[in-house]
């Protein structure tokens, strides 16, 4: 596919939570081209895992398509369409093409840890930052995100999207709905007049399965919050509507309302780590953050803020939360630091400020986070060995000058996890070293198969069989680290035949001088 199908210009591409949804970003920018004369000739192409779960708004539109995710389809699209928009990532796979628009538009500001800042499994964000490498675009609601996304993820040197600071889309959704489509919502979810709405929507616990889930303590503490006669509505992380399905819940919220239109007609938020307390902020409503587990979290996944200093109110046992909820509803937002910087860009235009920049270039309207010039340099050094060339490679990276430099260093996983001597000398890399770790493997062709297995019997090769030697792993090297900007290309082990023909095949627009040691 990636080969062999041209770009179509009008063809738009969207993908949320990997497939699991109609919403966020994607969902917001969509409604809006969806409604622009100026895109009326689009093709657009939502990525389901569920197809069941299609809207029904959209169902018998022409112009709007929904294909399952990892299908022939979607390998399709993702090799047609000229601009995709995604909050998450796309497969390891995913190579974008040169012409190709690829959005991420990340999914909030962060409350709780990211990538490199998170407890648990090592490289498990190897991914998301193949992803930021991959795109031509990376929108943030503000300042604080860009910082902890580029940083965290360690993609502030290789980075050669535009990162734009321009609010978020999914928040105009709050801000701009009608008070006829408010009273509309009001109306399908059976709130009556005079009630008002407590939306409770906590953030997932890496902890947490099917075994583990408390689902008892989760119906308990929303039988407490029922109590007090005011319409109460669940919003879980999609796992935990999965494990929820057969528990009889009568308060979860549809599947098929948006969690932004939600926010849009809700009274009070009851929240804990999660970033949607940072989109209700911008309401300046009420917010409390129930923190029952706040030792436990703090453990297993970690967090960047203290949330005792965020507008709102904090408790962690039921009784007290839900005593504070109904009798001291007003909270103050103006005097916050917080609410301020976070919030900057919140003012209902954000959409609007998203497509002027991704289809008209238009960079004036946006905050364009400017990069330091340094030189980048991209290092591989193998597996971490504790040996001679680990000590040399090590001693290098540390003497490297940071101040004019950036350094990167691009590692196997697979070559490391298990080894304790190989995570140490990884865990002493200096401060300023940013890891990028390999996910996925070569795709190549049977043709290409056969002579990348020749050169590894070292037989030799005619010029025509080296153009495709060299073609396969010059798409290697693109789907490792897209079209980012390399001053110099360093594979300091020289040994490995796979990342020597990787290095050396990379394009020439990527990068302007290579260095293999043997």
Same mark, same amino acid.
């Given at each position: 596919?990636?080969?062999?199908?041209?770009?179509?210009?009008?063809?738009?591409?969207?993908?949320?939570?990997?497939?699991?949804?109609?919403?966020?970003?994607?969902?917001?920018?969509?409604?809006?081209?969806?409604?622009?004369?100026?895109?009326?000739?689009?093709?657009?192409?939502?990525?389901?895992?569920?197809? #069941?779960? *299609?809207? @029904?708004?959209?169902?018998?539109? %022409?112009?709007? !398509?929904?294909?399952?995710?990892?299908?022939? =389809? $979607?390998?399709?699209?993702?090799?047609?369409?000229?601009?995709?928009?995604?909050?998450?990532?796309?497969?390891?796979?995913?190579?974008?093409?040169?012409?190709?628009?690829?959005?991420?538009?990340?999914h909030g500001t962060p409350i709780k840890t990211l990538g490199k800042k998170m407890n648990g499994e090592l490289f498990a964000h190897k991914?998301?930052?193949?992803?930021?490498?991959?795109?031509?675009?990376?929108?943030?609601?503000?300042?604080?995100?860009?910082?902890?996304?580029?940083?965290?993820?360690?993609?502030?040197?290789?980075?050669?999207?535009?990162?734009?600071?321009?609010?978020?889309?999914?928040?105009?959704?709050?801000?701009?709905? #009608?008070? *006829?489509? @408010?009273?509309?919502?009001?109306? %399908?979810?059976? !709130?009556?007049?005079?009630?008002?709405?407590? =939306? $409770?929507?906590?953030?997932?616990?890496?902890?947490?399965?099917?075994?583990?889930?408390?689902?008892?303590?989760?119906?308990?503490?929303?039988?407490?919050?029922?109590?007090?006669?005011?319409?109460?509505?669940?919003?879980?992380?999609?796992?935990?509507?999965?494990?929820?399905?057969?528990?009889?819940?009568?308060?979860?919220?549809?599947?098929?309302?948006?969690?932004?239109?939600?926010?849009?007609?809700?009274?009070?938020?009851?929240?804990?780590?999660?970033?949607?307390?940072?989109?209700?902020?911008?309401?300046q409503r009420p917010i409390f953050y129930y923190t029952y587990d706040m030792d436990e979290y703090v453990k297993t996944r970690g967090l960047?803020?203290?949330?005792?200093?965020?507008?709102?109110?904090?408790?962690?046992?039921?009784?007290?939360?839900?005593?504070?909820?109904?009798?001291?509803?007003?909270?103050?937002?103006?005097?916050?630091?917080?609410?301020?910087?976070?919030?900057?860009?919140d003012d209902g235009n954000s959409t609007n400020r998203v497509i002027d920049l991704v289809f008209n270039g238009n960079k004036e309207n946006?905050?364009?986070?400017?990069?330091?010039?340094?030189?980048?340099?991209?290092?591989?050094?193998?597996?971490?060995?504790?040996?001679?060339?680990?000590?040399?490679?090590?001693?290098?990276?540390?003497?490297?000058?940071?101040?004019?430099?950036?350094?990167?260093?691009?590692?196997?996983?697979?070559?490391?996890?298990?080894?304790?001597?190989?995570?140490?000398?990884?865990?002493?890399?200096?401060?300023?070293?940013?890891?990028?770790?390999?996910?996925?493997?070569?795709?190549?062709?049977?043709?290409?198969?056969?002579?990348?297995?020749?050169?590894?019997?070292?037989?030799?090769?005619?010029?025509?069989?080296?153009?495709?030697?060299?073609?396969?792993?010059?798409?290697?090297?693109?789907?490792?680290?897209?079209?980012?900007?390399?001053?110099?290309?360093?594979?300091?082990?020289?040994?490995?035949?796979?990342?020597?023909?990787?290095?050396?095949?990379?394009?020439?627009?990527?990068?302007?001088?290579?260095?293999?040691?043997?």
């Amino acid at each position: 596919f990636y080969e062999n199908f041209e770009l179509n210009e009008n063809q738009i591409l969207y993908e949320s939570y990997h497939g699991s949804s109609i919403s966020c970003n994607p969902f917001a920018i969509f409604q809006s081209l969806l409604k622009s004369e100026a895109h009326e000739n689009a093709l657009h192409i939502w990525a389901l895992n569920d197809l #069941s779960t *299609v809207p @029904k708004a959209y169902e018998n539109l %022409k112009n709007v !398509i929904f294909i399952k995710r990892g299908s022939e =389809l $979607y390998l399709k699209y993702l090799s047609t369409a000229k601009y995709l928009f995604n909050n998450v990532s796309f497969p390891e796979y995913y190579i974008r093409k040169k012409r190709q628009v690829y959005v991420n538009t990340w999914h909030g500001t962060p409350i709780k840890t990211l990538g490199k800042k998170m407890n648990g499994e090592l490289f498990a964000h190897k991914n998301i930052t193949r992803n930021f490498l991959q795109a031509s675009h990376i929108i943030s609601p503000n300042c604080y995100t860009t910082e902890k996304l580029l940083n965290d993820y360690e993609v502030n040197g290789l980075c050669s999207a535009v990162v734009a600071e321009t609010g978020y889309p999914r928040n105009d959704i709050i801000l701009t709905m #009608s008070e *006829v489509g @408010k009273q509309s919502l009001r109306t %399908k979810l059976g !709130i009556t007049d005079g009630h008002k709405l407590l =939306l $409770y929507a906590p953030t997932w616990r890496e902890s947490q399965n099917i075994a583990t889930f408390n689902v008892e303590k989760l119906l308990s503490d929303l039988e407490s919050m029922q109590a007090s006669g005011w319409h109460i509505l669940f919003k879980g992380h999609h796992l935990v509507e999965e494990i929820l399905a057969n528990a009889q819940i009568s308060c979860v919220a549809p599947k098929g309302i948006d969690t932004n239109e939600l926010l849009a007609i809700t009274d009070v938020l009851v929240s804990d780590y999660s970033s949607i307390s940072i989109d209700f902020m911008a309401t300046q409503r009420p917010i409390f953050y129930y923190t029952y587990d706040m030792d436990e979290y703090v453990k297993t996944r970690g967090l960047y803020l203290d949330i005792n200093e965020l507008p709102g109110k904090v408790h962690a046992e039921i009784d007290e939360l839900v005593s504070a909820i109904f009798q001291e509803q007003e909270q103050s937002y103006t005097d916050n630091d917080y609410y301020s910087q976070f919030c900057q860009f919140d003012d209902g235009n954000s959409t609007n400020r998203v497509i002027d920049l991704v289809f008209n270039g238009n960079k004036e309207n946006v905050h364009i986070t400017s990069k330091i010039e340094k030189k980048n340099i991209l290092f591989y050094v193998g597996p971490l060995i504790p040996n001679g060339i680990m000590t040399s490679a090590h001693n290098l990276l540390k003497w490297s000058k940071k101040e004019s430099n950036t350094i990167s260093l691009f590692v196997s996983p697979d070559t490391i996890i298990g080894s304790d001597d190989r995570i140490d000398n990884l865990n002493e890399l200096p401060s300023h070293v940013e890891v990028i770790a390999k996910t996925g493997s070569l795709i190549s062709s049977i043709e290409e198969d056969h002579i990348i297995e020749s050169v590894k019997r070292g037989e030799s090769l005619t010029p025509g069989q080296f153009k495709i030697y060299r073609k396969a792993f010059e798409r290697e090297f693109l789907r490792n680290f897209g079209y980012s900007k390399i001053d110099t290309l360093i594979n300091f082990e020289g040994y490995h035949s796979h990342w020597t023909s990787c290095f050396a095949s990379a394009p020439n627009e990527t990068t302007r001088s290579k260095v293999i040691y043997q």
